[in-house]
């Protein structure tokens, strides 16, 4: 009976040390290939700093065999988009479909699963696309709207002038649109805000543009909202096929 004891135990420990072997394995693999994919993504969007990709579909090496790996999720602190810079890039994918050869070889074709997108753009950013002539303009949240401020002078004298624009999507672009305007702290007609915007050279007739040249053809975006700090936009990532190497 002690021996038949011994060797279930002796059994019981090689299970174990095996599942550890394999456990270690598993994490291994899963930092490798993550690391080549966080190498990948930096160089094809040109980013300062690599992304993190987390693949939370259960065993990597299942998926890796399989050659499909599940719920997959690209973050980015930034992300150059023309002349602006894109904060907090979050690219969720529920499948991607890559060979064992692909990942291998890091050639061949991968096909990607739609998915969801989500970045913002901040205040400072968005100012900075704001033609505004020799105006210095300041945005900040005013409600679900943006309020757009800056100093004009009348008869020599300093006036506040602020707008409340309304940011729209317009393609992959965002328009700020004015629906409201005030001067010196006292509600004012839009027309009267033009006005003293024109004197300065600036036309606000109708509003500002602010494109997003290089959000990634495979991005729709949908939506949009303003927060304490910009403006957040979201988004779905199309199905696509791709060319690694």
């Given amino acids: 009976m002690a021996r038949s004891r011994n060797t279930l135990v002796r059994a019981l420990v090689t299970l174990l040390a095996l599942a550890v072997v394999l456990v270690a394995a598993d994490l291994a693999a899963r930092d490798w290939a993550t690391a080549r994919a966080e190498r990948e993504v930096q160089e094809r969007l040109a980013l300062p700093r690599p992304p993190q990709v987390d693949l939370a579909g259960g065993s990597f090496l299942w998926q890796a065999l399989r050659g499909r790996y599940e719920d997959v999720t690209v973050a980015a602190d930034e992300v150059p988009s023309g002349a602006l810079t894109l904060d907090d890039v979050r690219v969720h994918l529920p499948a991607v479909h890559a060979p064992l050869r692909v990942l291998a070889s890091g050639s061949g074709d991968v096909d990607v699963a739609a998915g969801t997108f989500s970045a913002a753009v901040g205040f400072g950013d968005l100012a900075t ?14 409600g679900e709207d943006v309020r757009a401020a800056t100093t004009v002078r009348v008869l020599g004298l300093r006036v506040e002038l602020a707008l409340t624009v309304e940011p729209r ?3 992959d672009a965002v328009r700020l ?7 010196a702290g006292r509600e004012v007609p839009l027309s009267r805000a033009r006005q003293l915007l024109g004197t300065a050279g600036v036309d606000v007739l109708d509003g500002w543009t602010v494109p997003l040249d290089d959000v990634p053809g495979e991005v729709e975006v949908r939506s949009l909202e303003v927060t304490d700090t910009g403006v957040l936009v979201r988004g779905t990532v199309l199905a696509t096929s791709t060319q690694l190497g």
């Fill in 169 to 171: 999507l317009a393609g």
């Fill in 177 to 183: 649109v004015p629906v409201s305007a005030e001067a």
């Fill in 129 to 142: 696309q704001v033609d505004a002539g020799s105006l210095d303009v300041a945005l900040s949240r005013d």
